[in-house]
């Protein structure tokens, strides 16, 4: 994982910062194309699970073909990246699950997995500073999928 300090931070702005670069450095660690708009999806989701596409387009101000390419990507199958794939689907970065909304069957509503739970609480963990932030990240990625 790829961290901006390499010192014990001895400042509380300092502190801040590094907790700040640990969180920063779970999401990081998934792959490399996550990225800081699809991180603060996972959030949204993570804030407020069971939501659709268009809730979660109108709390972050994206656009819902946007969401709907983030909450993909996040999920089990992300689209297709490359023109190399055969069948148009690529492992995802399992973090979210979707179900169809009984009210409208034509709209998914998305929660958590395991693995998405695990990320969050490591995270909450590491920025509320429960966690320990000396030495290297203990990163939740082997967690089963």
């Known amino acids: 994982m790829f961290f901006f300090f390499s010192h014990v931070p001895t400042t509380p702005m300092e502190t801040s910062l590094y ?51 983030y909450l993909l990507d996040l999920s089990q199958y992300r689209r297709q990246l490359t023109e190399d794939s055969d069948t148009g689907r690529q492992e995802g970065h399992g973090l979210i699950w979707s179900e169809v909304d009984p009210q409208e069957l034509r709209a998914k509503r998305y929660f958590l997995t395991p693995r998405g739970k695990a990320i969050r609480d490591r995270v909450v963990g590491l920025l509320e500073g429960s966690k320990s932030i000396s030495g290297p990240a203990k990163s939740v990625l082997s967690l089963t999928r």
């Open 19 to 69: 907790r700040m670069s640990r969180a920063l450095a779970e999401f990081q660690a998934i792959h490399r194309s996550v990225t800081v708009e699809m991180v603060n999806v996972f959030l949204m989701v993570a804030l407020d699970e069971g939501q659709r596409s268009i809730d979660y387009s109108r709390k972050t101000g994206l656009s819902q073909s946007t969401i709907s390419r």
